[in-house]
């Protein structure tokens, strides 16, 4: 199993077309498992700061979006209750409605709803490839606060502005906008991209004389590349349509943490990876958005992860004697064995592995 207590399920995001129930659901449902993903990422220390506070946030939030009295949560917000200050707690507490309202998670599931959710767990997701042509980036502004999206417009008119200062300061680049489409329950913000995706995947930034080609990935999806034309800007790009993989074209990794004693207390996760190490500092989204998924380990530490997309990701250990890094690129139907990792005594240590 890819992820061990949601399923991931697929779905039509919203594109401005009316969304079934099923389809709340299944994107509920995708958001449930995000939500614990990211108390345990702030509980280790994987992918981001370890803030004991933040942990108890995010998992008391996994707990209220679940139905009552669901089986082992009140166990867990016990345990890392326990470890916190009464400081903690109230500060954990206290961000428990800006998360709801800052990334639309005001929800709890009812038991039916999980009974529906294992029901069209294995729906596929439609593919309506019929998005409008997108006009100039002005009026696309207007049409947004128009249809009264005022957050959205106002977001990409910012963007605009802030790329516009950039071309003029280096007219050698190019101002770029566009749309991704997600066909899946995930938000097209968590696509990795050289420019920021914003609400419902439209974009725009500027990107330098020397990016050749802009690529969209997202794990679990066909990645899109498109070549960028250098002698236009503002360009418009074609809207990218990321349709889930198929199952001989996705990837998976293999290995071990060694030592075996240490397992029990390591967390391990995959990041997916920007293609070039000059686009990572671009990014400046809410670790919510970063595409992490947890690698289950065995009580030897062993782990097999599979489902994942061929590309560059970066795996993350966080265990008793520190915090470390190994890159791995990944290859269309391949499962690569990364071998025994041993997590030498050595802080942030950084190994590269291709």
């Not at 009140?74 to 500060?91: F, G, H, K, M």
């Not at 990334?103 to 069209?120: N, V």
């Not at 995930?186 to 995706?197: F, L």
Request: hydrophobic share 35%; charged share 20%; aromatic share 10%.
């Amino acid at each position: 199993m890819r992820y061990i207590f949601i399923t991931i399920l697929c779905l039509l995001p919203s594109l401005g077309w009316t969304q079934s129930a099923d389809d709340l659901l299944k994107r509920r449902n995708h958001e449930i498992h995000r939500i614990w993903m990211q108390s345990q990422n702030y509980t280790y220390g994987t992918g981001v700061n370890k803030d004991l506070a933040q942990a108890y946030a995010w998992l008391r939030l996994y707990q209220l979006s679940l139905p009552k009295q669901y089986p082992g949560i009140p166990e867990q917000v016990a345990t890392l209750r326990a470890q916190l200050t009464p400081d903690q707690i109230q500060r954990g507490e206290a961000m428990i409605p800006r998360l709801k309202a800052q990334f639309d998670l005001d929800f709890q599931l009812s038991e039916d709803d999980m009974a529906r959710i294992t029901e069209i767990r294995f729906q596929k997701a439609a593919q309506n490839r019929n998005a409008p042509n997108l006009p100039g980036i002005p009026q696309l502004a207007q049409q947004l606060e128009k249809a009264g999206k005022t957050a959205l417009a106002k977001s990409f008119w910012q963007h605009y502005q802030k790329a516009l200062k950039e071309y003029q300061k280096d007219p050698h680049g190019r101002i770029v906008y566009g749309r991704v489409i997600v066909f899946g329950p995930e938000s097209p913000r968590e696509v990795v991209s050289p420019i920021e995706i914003l609400d419902e995947g439209y974009f725009v930034g500027y990107v330098s004389q020397y990016a050749r080609a802009m690529d969209f990935r997202l794990d679990g999806y066909m990645p899109i590349q498109y070549f960028v034309d250098q002698h236009r800007s503002p360009q418009l790009l074609a809207t990218a349509y990321l349709r889930p993989l198929k199952p001989g074209e996705l990837a998976g990794v293999s290995g071990q943490v060694l030592p075996i004693k240490d397992a029990p207390q390591t967390h391990v996760v995959l990041q997916l990876q920007p293609t070039e190490q000059r686009y990572q500092s671009v990014d400046n989204r809410p670790s919510w958005y970063w595409p992490t998924l947890n690698v289950p380990l065995t009580p030897t530490g062993q782990f097999t992860l599979t489902g994942l997309s061929p590309s560059r990701y970066q795996l993350i250990v966080s265990g008793p004697k520190g915090r470390y890094e190994f890159s791995v690129v990944l290859r269309p139907g391949e499962l690569r064995d990364l071998g025994p990792l041993n997590l030498i005594p050595q802080t942030n240590a950084k190994v590269a592995r291709r």
